[in-house]
């Protein structure tokens, strides 16, 4: 079984950036796509990126041009880069493996999940 440790949360304001990281370990052959989701608080969890292990990626449309996600499978480290952070970018994010690119739009769900990390962005 894998193990997912997400980094990099914190509180930003609003226009600001992060980056959030994403170790895997244990069994890592189920990595061969890796995905962030999010929740936040009184809605339902959502997929927002996902890459496949050749770095094909797919992305939610509210974070399309904002959020870039990016691999280092040298590393089995998976990453979010989150620029121009609005309000509504506030969540819990988890990072998600043994799943399908569909996942993001709810069609199967990852076999595994990450502790998640708090991003809080102000206005």
């Known amino acids: 079984q894998v193990q997912l440790v997400e980094s990099g949360g914190g509180s930003v304001q609003a226009g600001g950036s992060l980056r959030l990281s994403c170790v895997a370990s244990?069994?890592?052959?189920?990595?061969?796509?890796m995905g962030w989701f999010r929740q936040a608080p009184g809605k339902e969890r959502e997929g927002i990126a996902a890459?496949?292990?050749?770095?094909?990626?797919d992305y939610e449309d509210s974070v399309k041009g904002r959020f870039t996600i990016s691999r280092d499978n040298d590393k089995n480290t998976l990453y979010l880069e989150m620029n121009s952070l609005k309000p509504d970018d506030s969540a819990m994010y988890y990072c998600?493996?043994?799943?399908?690119?569909?996942?993001?739009w709810g069609k199967g769900a990852p076999d595994a999940w990450g502790q998640g990390t708090l991003i809080t962005v102000s206005s």
């Open positions: 998600a493996a043994g799943m399908d690119i569909a996942a993001l």
């Open positions: 244990g069994d890592t052959h189920s990595t061969k796509v």
């Open positions: 890459i496949d292990s050749d770095g094909a990626a």
